[in-house]
């Protein structure tokens, strides 16, 4: 088998390409199985190669080969929606069609299915297995010794590899966090269930059936990962477990519990979620912990404070603090929690 040519792209890719074109030369290399033994051997690099990357497909187990540049890996996801077909790594029997550690393209078995990978383009004067034990060729150059070659997007990508898009090595990779997922469930359970659906001919049919999930957990720690700073999170406003946090320093003092307590009340009744810490300890315990939960919107509460008339507000960001009128504290707290909403 066989895949047509498809190339997109394929200027992009000929950097790659050795400088000349050396003769397909069959040379012994007794024991040599490995990539790295290979470039030890003929003093070569793993660019200088073209690799066998062996699976089977799991209904079939039939052989499936991929060809790839010796330094590049095959990405399984993309070669399982070229071939259209789950597959797994090939246990490979000694009596098969296949020598293992010396498979190369020319004179492959005709009786397994091969991919070359588009990292091949323009690529020459490398070396490939001979197909026989304890041989390797060198010269090798794919477009010139293979006939009616396809090429297809089977590897992985790398750091510095050239964009598909622009055309420029651009590419970065970083390490990322899988938010959610879908499975792609097929007829199986709605077979089991008997569920089924008339299409426009009459005719019965199971639906095909899919869910997905998102990990709430995997969310939080994403978020945390761009929105945070020394002291700990700093929530959104959309999805902040609370939006205000009343600390109340002194929670024993009759009118700094009044006051937090009349405060709590009506930013409550206006639908704003309040967190209320009233515990009997520091200033600076309280508001290190007030740091760590990420709340939006600060309000300290003090004896000192209302003393003055005033309550103190700041945000998590550490961008604004001031001094409002006692007062008028629940005026200005809602125009702030509307700012932000806002994205002022």
């Not at 899988?178 to 426009?200: A, C, P, R, V, W």
């Not at 300290?300 to 945000?315: F, M, N, Q, R, Y």
Request: aromatic share 6%; net charge negative.
């Amino acid at each position: 088998m066989r895949f047509p040519v498809e190339v997109e792209n394929a200027a992009c890719i000929v950097e790659n390409a050795a400088c000349g074109h050396g003769t397909l030369e069959k040379v012994a290399t007794p024991g040599i199985q490995s990539i790295d033994a290979l470039c030890e051997f003929l003093n070569i690099t793993p660019r200088d190669t073209c690799k066998a990357v062996m699976y089977q497909e799991n209904l079939t187990d039939k052989i499936v080969v991929v060809f790839v540049r010796g330094d590049l890996d095959v990405n399984e996801t993309k070669l399982r929606n070229l071939l259209k077909k789950e597959i797994h790594p090939a246990e490979l029997a000694d009596d098969g069609p296949l020598a293992a550690g010396y498979t190369g393209p020319v004179g492959i078995s005709k009786d397994v299915t091969v991919v070359y990978d588009r990292s091949l383009v323009g690529l020459s004067n490398v070396a490939t297995g001979a197909n026989e034990k304890g041989f390797h060729y060198t010269g090798f150059s794919p477009e010139r010794d293979v006939q009616n070659i396809a090429f297809y997007d089977v590897a992985k990508t790398y750091a510095g590899a050239i964009c598909p898009a622009c055309g420029k090595p651009a590419i970065q990779i970083e390490r990322g966090i899988e938010l959610g997922n879908i499975f792609q469930l097929g007829q199986k359970y709605t077979e089991s269930m008997g569920m089924t659906y008339l299409d426009e001919a009459g005719q019965l049919h199971h639906p095909i059936m899919g869910c997905y999930g998102i990990g709430v957990g995997r969310l939080m720690a994403s978020i945390c990962e761009v929105s945070r700073d020394e002291y700990g999170p700093i929530w959104p406003l959309a999805i902040a477990p609370w939006q205000v946090q009343i600390c109340s320093l002194r929670a024993d003092n009759d009118e700094v519990r009044e006051t937090s307590q009349a405060l709590y009340d009506a930013l409550n009744a206006r639908g704003v979620e309040v967190l209320w810490d009233d515990r009997p300890v520091s200033a600076g315990v309280m508001f290190s912990d007030a740091d760590l939960m990420g709340i939006p919107l600060r309000v300290v509460i003090s004896p000192k404070g209302l003393e003055a008339g005033t309550i103190e507000i700041s945000d998590r960001k550490k961008t604004m603090q001031d001094k409002i009128d006692k007062a008028g504290a629940e005026s200005a707290i809602i125009g702030w929690l509307e700012k932000a909403r806002e994205g002022c």
